[in-house]
């Protein structure tokens, strides 16, 4: 895990640490995308890490899990998602014991838009603290939270990065230079907004290759189904997620394609209308075998590991040889 900028959050949270006095429980607002909930995961590998430094090693057993989001003691609880009840039923675990013997951490995120019996749900735990509880708040806004709650909190505010260091945050994260230096200007050095405006990009760079894919199988172009899968971008972080879109997407194609044809109402695919021209053209022998195939390809892109060159080549090979019947 990587933190930019943020310098003053993480200077004071190193000072907690060297003075043996982390706050049991801690808020961190700032606008959204200023690394809020980037900062509270880093917060939580402070409590649990086992070589115990100022900062955390990033490389034991509980940091690792922590930034993979799979601590069994760390519990995360999205506040734009949670109920009363439900806030009331995880919380009433926090005074059992935790999974591994040591602290329990629990993040709130977006800890504002919860309404006041939620936040008095939190309060009682906050006025008499377990001692081997902690919690971490987030928030964009903390005027929407108790006085109450934030008198008993250590308050962090969380800021953009400049333009410069959001440009080399975001070439450390693999986007090439020039993409970089206008995501950072368009954004004003928030790096959480420019990846969000990247990742939506690239879904929708992805399903209009779905559906250039789904126009070369419609007129049985075998080269241009071809050339659209060849042409999917490789992002650093996940090679095979184009591939895996691809092949998913076209397969909910093929099977709203399948429901129309027999007189159904298309609904999980990306393009209802694409679907039905796919039912009008092919006959439902044709329809069912591209179904059969392309729901097993989906499995196999569901698993981790698969060379995405050989399976989009067997996958546009399969559905072609389908189509010429
Ligand atoms: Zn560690």
Do not use: W
Not at 66 to 77: A, F, Q, S, W
Not at 119 to 133: G, I
Not at 225 to 251: F, H, N
Not at 292 to 317: C, P
Request: with cysteine; glycine share 8%.
């Amino acid at each position: 895990m990587e933190i930019y900028g943020n310098k003053e959050a993480v200077n004071r949270l190193s000072e907690y640490r060297a003075n043996e006095r982390m706050p049991h429980s801690l808020l961190f607002f700032g606008d959204p995308g200023t690394g809020k909930r980037t900062l509270a995961f880093y917060t939580v590998m402070l409590y649990l890490c086992e070589k115990g430094g100022n900062t955390p090693c990033m490389k034991c057993h509980n940091c690792e899990r922590t930034e993979k989001r799979i601590h069994p003691d760390v519990i995360y609880v999205d506040g734009e998602k949670t109920s009363v009840a439900q806030l009331r039923e995880i919380l009433k675990d926090s005074h059992g014991a935790s999974v591994e013997g040591g602290i329990r951490v629990y993040i709130l995120s977006e800890f504002q838009v919860l309404n006041r019996e939620c936040q008095n749900a939190l309060l009682t735990h906050l006025e008499e603290p377990s001692d081997n509880v902690r919690f971490i708040l987030t928030a964009s806004n903390k005027n929407g939270i108790l006085p109450t709650i934030l008198s008993r909190t250590a308050l962090i505010r969380t800021s953009p990065l400049s333009a410069e260091e959001c440009e080399t945050a975001l070439t450390k994260e693999g986007i090439t230079d020039g993409e970089a230096e206008k995501l950072a200007h368009t954004y004003k050095g928030n790096l959480g907004l420019a990846l969000k405006a990247l990742e939506n990009k690239n879904t929708d760079l992805y399903f209009a290759s779905v559906r250039a894919y789904a126009e070369a199988v419609l007129k049985g172009d075998e080269y241009a189904a071809l050339y659209v899968s060849a042409k999917l971008p490789q992002p650093k972080e996940d090679k095979r997620e184009p591939i895996r879109i691809l092949i998913t997407e076209t397969a909910k194609l093929f099977h709203d394609a399948l429901i129309a044809a027999e007189g159904g109402k298309a609904s999980c695919g990306c393009d209802s209308g694409l679907s039905e021209r796919l039912a009008k053209k092919y006959p439902l022998t044709v329809l069912n075998g591209l179904c059969e195939l392309t729901q097993r390809f989906s499995y196999i892109a569901s698993k981790v590991y698969f060379n995405t060159k050989s399976a989009s080549d067997a996958f546009t090979a399969g559905i072609f040889e389908k189509v010429k019947g």
